[in-house]
Nanobody, 121 residues
């Protein structure tokens, strides 16, 4: 199994920045992709950013140019640097690990963290 624990959420004003972290542990060899998803109140969970084992990154259109995903393999940590935050970025942010790398495949994974809340006002 893979365990994921997020941290770094909080409240920030529009235009501010936050950095989310996700500690990954367990047997992650079967996970080709790790990434971040978010869920706003009353909305479905959506993909934000992902990174494949070879380092290829994918971003949702709404966060391109503002968010940066990175991973530190030595520390088994996945990060999401969020800049120029907007109120529509508000929601719970989850990290996930999956064998497949499409948003749909990752949403179907059973490896999720508990989430961290981000509020932009």
């Amino acid at each position: 199994d893979v365990q994921l624990v997020e941290s770094g959420g909080g409240s920030v004003q529009t235009g501010g920045s936050l950095r989310l972290s996700c500690k990954v542990s367990g047997h992650s060899r079967g996970s080709n992709c790790v990434g971040w998803f978010r869920q706003a109140p009353g909305k479905e969970r959506e993909g934000v950013a992902s990174i494949e084992r070879d380092g290829e990154r994918r971003y949702a259109e709404s966060v391109k140019g503002r968010f940066t995903i990175s991973k530190d393999n030595d520390k088994n940590t996945l990060s999401l640097q969020m800049n120029s935050l907007k109120p529509e970025d508000t929601g719970w942010y989850f990290c996930a690990a999956a064998l497949g790398c499409s948003w749909v495949q990752m949403l179907g994974s059973r490896y999720w963290g508990q989430g961290t809340q981000v509020t932009v006002s």
